[in-house]
Nanobody, 116 residues
Framework: VQLQASGGGLVSPGGSLGLSCAASEGIFTLTLMGWYRQAPGKQRELVAIANSGGGTNYADSVKGRFTISRDNAKNTVSLQMNSLKVEDTAVYYC???????????WGKGTLVTVSS
């Protein structure tokens, strides 16, 4: 499975930005899909994850501001980011996990810069 992320860019603090990730094939076998991020000098961290049953989980730092959604028909997972803060600046990576073969998949990162 290949994951292609898009939608990064520059946004002012308080602004909104949406990220989208398209999978190269059907995502029905992908137990988890979500987003991680890595800020300069920091470790990669989970942002939001959605399971195949519709359940979601968010990092405390983004709860109430970010919303993850997955569309199995379109093989996509999206992240709507609102009320962005400077500390949200990072490279965002699309991630997927399949319990078929216990496989982890990563997309190439997309840079999100929150700056005035």
């Amino acid at each position: 499975v290949q994951l292609q992320a898009s939608g990064g860019g520059l946004v002012s603090p308080g602004g909104s930005l949406g990220l989208s990730c398209a999978a190269s094939e059907g995502i029905f076998t992908l137990t988890l899909m979500g987003w991680y991020r890595q800020a300069p000098g920091k470790q990669r961290e989970l942002v939001a994850i959605a399971n195949s049953g519709g359940g979601t989980n968010y990092a405390d730092s983004v709860k109430g501001r970010f919303t993850i959604s997955r569309d199995n028909a379109k093989n996509t997972v999206s992240l709507q980011m609102n009320s962005l803060k400077v500390e949200d600046t990072a490279v965002y990576y699309c991630y997927a996990y399949s319990n078929v073969g216990n496989m982890n998949y990563w997309g190439k990162g997309t840079l999100v810069t929150v700056s005035s």
